[in-house]
């Protein structure tokens, strides 16, 4: 009988084989080089994985449903053990909200954000940051919108091959939509706003338009705008988050390129402070940081997905080294916010007529008239690149300032229901008077002339008011609201 003694022997002194490696939580855009991006449920795939691969630093929380009945998913990333508001603040961890595809046609956000918290969590980029820090990444916001995938949907936009839709399924543009909170998703995000608190709230966009070789522009605010120590800070992250990203072959701006004179480049630029229907129009007046990013519509996906992949890296590394501090400036900010009344407070900004020249990327450009309208139109020569000189306006002042009432604003009973329901969304305090107050001394406000917009805006229409203040005698029915100037929002 043959002995398999030996045989048994040799076989125990193999190394054992080690176990596979776990595969990379990759997204269709990087397996399929970055020509496609996924749908949907990739996303809601990804977030439990991303969990579930990471138990002690993701978890995937769902804080909202959309008209079309798809689950909001945002994952909340963090090697603190702060994983829930209440935890975070206990800690006085600082909170960074990054945002894909509120126009779900732009959809640079999703894939970069996927890739950069990977890499993050993997320790190939921005090394300790998790440990210091709250990331709350929304790969879509507009996700009802990024289901009406189409080939067409972005026809001057190079990648992915298809992509979403702009608006919502009820037609509403999320990025003009912050102050009005009409659409179920915008009131679900307010909500994680206020439960969080995000010092930085990022919007990842692409920006369409003339073709030139700038990549990718950074506004934000306070910089132009807000509490004078946050606009010392604001201007610190920025120009760190452009020398990041500069350093790895970007070639930023920090201002909207969009031409004065539509498709004329001669025309310039002028900066500006978006007002609060933008996202970093409304963080500015809530004493937080809101940053747009745009990437350049003319770029090739894998080259926009890079930039703003290494935009949300250096935030992560910018957080994690300042956040702190920005918390600290943040909350005296709202203690001088709170005592306001009695003072001038701006309601718009504006620039000067002061301009300055500026070394713009381009390419070099005719003006003929189109075949089509006869009007002028430019056409690029891509295989010509130039340097344009052009005019800036960026000098940023107060246009209309009003004096802050003193005690606060009272609204009358027959409107209580709808502004308190306003108000509550955005986390302003008020409270209802139990009570008439019969000839109550107030200020009210007059309109002498009131102008509508010739269009209407997602159902609403636009008025321009011009008038005054001044003291009158009202009876305030009981149930009016009392909103107290003495708070920070």
């Known amino acids: 009988m043959p002995s398999f003694a030996p045989l048994l022997l040799a076989s125990a002194l193999l190394p054992m084989a080690a176990p596979a490696q776990e595969a990379p939580l990759t997204t269709v855009a990087e397996r399929s080089g970055f020509v496609q991006t996924g749908r949907y449920d990739e996303v809601i795939a990804l977030c439990a994985q991303f969990a579930q691969r990471y138990p002690d630093a993701v978890r995937c929380i769902e804080f909202g449903t959309t008209p079309e009945g798809r689950p909001m998913k945002a994952l909340v990333a963090t090697r603190s053990g702060a994983f829930t508001p209440e935890q975070a603040r206990a800690k006085g961890f600082p909170v960074l909200l990054v945002q894909g595809g509120i126009h779900a046609g732009e959809p640079d956000g999703k894939d970069a954000g996927f890739l950069a918290l990977r890499e993050a969590l993997e320790g190939e980029a921005a090394a300790g940051a998790l440990d210091r820090q709250v990331l709350l990444f929304v790969p879509v916001f507009n996700v009802d919108g990024h289901e009406r995938f189409g080939r067409w949907n972005r026809p001057n936009q190079r990648g992915p091959e298809e992509m ?6 009820q037609n509403l543009n999320l990025n003009r939509d912050y102050v009005k909170a009409d659409a179920p998703e915008m009131q679900a995000m307010l ?16 920006t369409d338009g003339a073709k030139f070789r700038q990549d990718v522009s950074y506004q934000i605010e306070p910089v132009h705008a807000g509490d004078t120590q946050l606009r010392a800070d604001g201007l610190a992250l920025r120009g760190a988050i452009v020398d990041a990203v500069a350093a790895r072959g970007a070639h930023p701006l920090t201002f ?6 539509e498709d004329n480049p001669a025309s310039g630029f002028v900066d500006g402070v978006a007002p609060p229907r933008f996202s970093h129009g409304y963080f500015q007046l809530r004493n937080r940081f809101g940053m747009l990013v745009e990437t350049h519509s003319w770029k090739e996906y894998p080259v926009r997905v890079k930039i703003t992949r290494d935009t949300i890296v250096a ?22 916010a709170a005592k306001l009344g009695g003072t001038a407070v701006p309601l718009d900004w504006k620039a000067t007529g002061k301009v300055r020249t500026v070394d713009f990327l381009g390419y070099a450009y005719t003006r003929t008239p189109s075949d089509i309208s006869g009007a002028l139109m430019t056409r690029y020569d891509e295989a010509t690149p130039q340097l344009w000189k052009l005019p800036l306006r960026d000098e940023i002042v107060p246009g209309r300032s009003i004096v802050a009432p003193k005690a606060g604003y009272l609204v009358p009973a027959a409107h209580a229901a709808w502004v308190g329901a306003k108000l509550a969304q955005h986390g302003i ?5 139990d009570a008439a107050l019969p000839a109550a001394e107030v200020e009210a406000f007059r309109a002498a002339e009131a102008t509508f917009d010739a269009r209407s805006v ?12 001044k003291p ?18």
């Open 164 to 169: 979403g839709w702009r608006t919502t399924a």
């Open 191 to 206: 909500a994680l706003v206020n439960a969080w608190d995000p010092i930085v709230y990022v919007d990842l966009h692409v």
């Open 256 to 261: 909207y390129p969009s031409f004065v004179e």
């Open 315 to 336: 935030l992560l590394e910018q957080t994690a080294a300042h956040g702190s501090d920005w918390l600290a400036d943040a909350r005296a900010a709202d203690a001088r």
């Open 429 to 433: 305090e008020f409270r209802r008077l």
């Open 458 to 469: 997602e159902g609403h229409q636009r008025l321009d008011v011009t008038g005054s203040w």
């Open 472 to 489: 009158e005698s009202r009876d305030v029915a009981a149930g009016a609201l009392f909103v107290p100037i003495a708070q920070a929002k």
